[in-house]
């Protein structure tokens, strides 16, 4: 039993590094000024609306949906991107997901953007920024 928590633990803390570490390395940099004024958001999504796509979405991405524990945030203006991915300027909903894996066990929480461009889902990463 005690081997089984070591694992577990070396195991979250081994996902949690490289979650922060992808965090600090997405895109590289954080948007300069200039884009951030110049940034096309498209239209306003209502955070309804994008939290029915979005659990839609997760539909397909979860192993087993119907386990999902969720902690939305507001809808907001923001950006994403992903390693040498452009930035992408849009409606960003951060969710927290804890779902269950292919071995029937929780995953833990972790930390997702959705990026909706003119109203539909044009991305879904791991978290990177929102313009507060």
């Not at 996902?15 to 922060?20: E, K, N, R, T, Y």
């Not at 902690?71 to 269950?100: C, E, H, M, R």
Request: proline residues 5%; contains cysteine; glycine residues 10%.
């Amino acid at each position: 039993m005690k081997s089984v928590i070591t694992k577990i633990l070396m195991t979250t803390t081994l996902l949690s590094a490289i979650g922060l570490t992808a965090c600090a390395s997405l895109h590289g940099e954080l948007p300069t000024d200039e884009e951030l004024v110049g940034a096309d958001y498209g239209s306003p999504i209502s955070q309804q609306e994008a939290v029915r796509q979005a659990k839609i979405f997760l539909q397909h991405e979860l192993k087993d949906p119907g386990s999902a524990m969720i902690d939305w945030g507001p809808i907001k203006k923001g950006w994403t991107g992903y390693y040498n991915t452009p930035l992408q300027f849009g409606y960003v909903l951060s969710a927290n997901i804890n779902a269950k894996n292919s071995y029937g066990g929780y995953t833990g929480y972790q930390q997702r953007q959705f990026c909706f461009l003119n109203g539909v889902i044009s991305r879904c990463l791991p978290r990177t920024g929102t313009k507060n």
